[in-house]
């Protein structure tokens, strides 16, 4: 166990659908990063958060949006859902992004299903 | 672009042998690099890591090797147990301002045989 969680685990919905998926870093990090895996991309960098801003930002859709709260959870929307956008998601969370050697913890995912 | 290149997507090996994992990057930026360990419908495990001043480093079973003029890691099980049976990822971070990213590999699936 990681100490980072995710909610829900699997989440089955429409295209053109809206859903947020959750985060919860492990306690004491303060960074939050969004990856996402599909069968033929691997596991891609969406977007990074630290204590409530945006980090970094990697090769994440207009229509996908995050946010860090004050209490070092984290959303990510995904809105206007295509079947394309069917992967798991995961989560992942480190002390710092100060430097690059800082070890991400990953959440165990989330499965969005779009149909 | 891929960065971060598995170019064996699947390794069998006997219970107690050593298990080569094989990884190639193309920039010369990344400065740490990890190895992670994924079961399916489970999230990656951090399993080891390397910092780019050093040349290996080991923990148990597990040992990463980094060769900087080749921009080549690999990760050495030893010895190998049927509970290491999973997808194992390579991935990097460093270079520029997208210092908090890991760019992954492909993976490479890791059978061990009793």
């Known amino acids: 166990d990681s100490g980072v969680t995710q909610t829900p685990k699997h989440l089955i919905t429409a295209t053109g659908q809206r859903v947020t998926l959750r985060c919860s870093p492990r306690?004491?990090?303060?960074?939050v990063y969004w990856y996402q895996q599909s069968l033929d991309q691997g596991l891609q960098f969406l977007i990074q958060?630290?204590?409530?801003?945006?980090?970094a930002k990697g090769n994440i859709l207009e229509r996908f949006s995050a946010q860090q709260f004050p209490d070092l959870h984290s959303e990510l929307n995904l809105s206007s859902l295509e079947l394309g956008d069917s992967a798991l998601y995961f989560c992942?969370?480190?002390?710092?992004?100060?430097?690059?050697?800082?070890?991400?913890?990953f959440g165990p995912g989330t499965r969005l299903t779009v149909l | 672009d891929q960065q971060v290149k598995q170019n064996s997507p699947s390794l069998s090996v006997q219970e107690g042998r050593i298990s080569i994992l094989n990884c190639d990057y193309t920039?010369?930026?990344?400065?740490?690099f990890l190895w992670y360990k994924k079961y399916p419908a489970e999230g990656p495990t951090f399993l080891i890591s390397?910092?780019?001043?050093?040349d290996k480093n080991e923990d148990g079973r597990f040992t990463v090797f980094l060769n900087k003029s080749a921009k080549h890691l690999s990760l050495h099980i030893v010895p190998s147990q049927p509970g290491d049976s999973a997808v194992y990822f390579c991935?990097?971070?460093?270079?520029?301002?997208?210092?908090?990213?890991?760019?992954f590999g492909q993976g490479t699936i890791l059978t061990v045989h009793p």
């Open positions: 992942a969370s480190s002390v710092s992004p100060s430097k690059s050697t800082d070890t991400q913890y």
């Open positions: 306690s004491g990090d303060l960074s």
């Open positions: 958060y630290y204590n409530g801003e945006e980090r």
């Open positions: 920039n010369s930026m990344f400065d740490y």
């Open positions: 390397i910092s780019s001043i050093k």
């Open positions: 991935a990097a971070s460093g270079g520029g301002t997208s210092y908090g990213k890991l760019t």
